[in-house]
């Protein structure tokens, strides 16, 4: 089963914190990932790519910085919103959160209901298809609140999983996407799915988006994976 909602990892060595985020953001809808320190946070991104990871600064072991820039350095996680959480509020320390590549910077002691917006903030902005937003590429619109698709005006009926590959590729047209890199984002790390699966898949959605039209916007890169246009 592919997962809808999105998936924040909180990183936080104090325990009441952890689940005070984990109760708000439970609240919101996400699935939440905790770890306790800098070493359970790397291995959780090995075995599955969250959405947004909220990342205390002082951490035992790895640190938070850290752990940013090695998110940020690496291919497959890059993607991901990363917001700093700090109690370091002077100017450097903000600069310096930023220029690891943190997306967001939050002072402690925060608020929690601006945290949650800052949240969906950037779920807006790096996965508009898993908060409701509505997407447009030439005569698709995909909008993840109806969960309905058109194109050029006509209905389209996908399956859950072919809605969330569209969803996906919808997100970034142009960009090829790996077998491996669907596999990721549609059904999760965690889950073991054949890479053949996601051409069954694709097969499906194109399918679909052709019914009403002769042009295919789906590009197939021969060995390599799928793009949108
Ligand atoms: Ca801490």
Not at 139 to 162: F, Q
Request: hydrophobic share 40%; net charge neutral; proline share 3%.
């Amino acid at each position: 089963m592919a997962k809808t909602q999105p998936t924040v990892l909180v990183v936080e060595d104090e325990h009441a914190q952890r689940e005070i985020l984990g109760y708000n953001l439970k609240a919101e809808g996400f699935d939440v990932i905790y770890a306790a320190n800098g070493n359970d946070a790397l291995l959780h991104l090995e075995e599955q790519i969250p959405d947004v990871v909220l990342l205390d600064w002082m951490l035992p072991k790895v640190s938070g910085i850290e752990i940013c820039r090695r998110i940020k350095r690496q291919k497959d996680l890059r993607n991901i919103s990363v917001i700093m959480l700090s109690a370091r509020c002077n100017e450097i320390d903000r600069v310096r959160g930023l220029e690891t590549g943190a997306d967001d910077y939050v002072v402690k002691p925060y608020s929690v209901n601006e945290l949650m917006a800052r949240v969906r903030n950037q779920l807006r902005r790096s996965r508009p298809s898993k908060v409701g937003q509505r997407l447009e590429f030439e005569d698709i619109v995909l909008d993840s609140e109806t969960y309905r698709v058109t194109r050029a005006g006509h209905n389209l009926r996908l399956g859950p999983t072919e809605f969330r590959i569209l969803g996906c590729l919808m997100e970034k047209p142009g960009r090829v996407w790996t077998r491996e890199q669907l596999l990721d984002h549609v059904w999760g790390r965690d889950i073991f799915v054949d890479s053949r699966t996601v051409d069954v898949h694709i097969g499906r959605l194109r399918k679909a988006l052709c019914q009403h039209s002769d042009n295919d916007p789906l590009r197939t890169i021969r060995g390599i994976g799928y793009a949108l246009g």
